[in-house]
Nanobody
Framework: VQLVESGGGSVQAGGSLRLSCAAS?????MGWFRQAPGKEREWVAV???????DYADSVKGRFSISKDNARNALYLQMNSLKPEDTAMYYC???????????????????WGQGTQVTVSS
């Protein structure tokens, strides 16, 4: 499965961005991770084929993840953005598991190339 992200950019604090990820095929679980300079890659949100979602505490109430199974597409609506949200955002997909730790470290996880999100204060 190939993953291609789009929608990143620069925005002021309090603004919004919508990220998209196009997958070359269907896959059970998809999610978003991010990595800021000098920091470990961390999970942001995941969603499975049934629509069940999970969010990192740092983005709950501000970000919304959704998956269009018919289009093999993943989205991340980001509202009320903060400077600490600045990072490279990666689309990820896993064939059987929708657990952030599994997705982060599994050799079966597919990764996109990333899209940069920069939030200025």
């Amino acid at each position: 499965v190939q993953l291609v992200e789009s929608g990143g950019g620069s925005v002021q604090a309090g603004g919004s961005l919508r990220l998209s990820c196009a997958a070359s095929g269907s896959i059970f679980c998809m999610g978003w991770f991010r990595q800021a300079p000098g920091k470990e890659r961390e999970w942001v949100a995941v969603v499975d084929d049934t629509g069940d979602t999970d969010y990192a505490d740092s983005v709950k109430g501000r970000f919304s993840i959704s998956k269009d199974n018919a289009r093999n597409a993943l989205y991340l609506q980001m509202n009320s953005l903060k400077p600490e949200d600045t990072a490279m955002y990666y689309c990820a997909a896993h064939p059987v598991g929708c657990y952030p730790v599994l997705m982060r470290f599994s050799q079966d996880t597919y990764w996109g190339q990333g899209t940069q999100v920069t939030v200025s204060s």
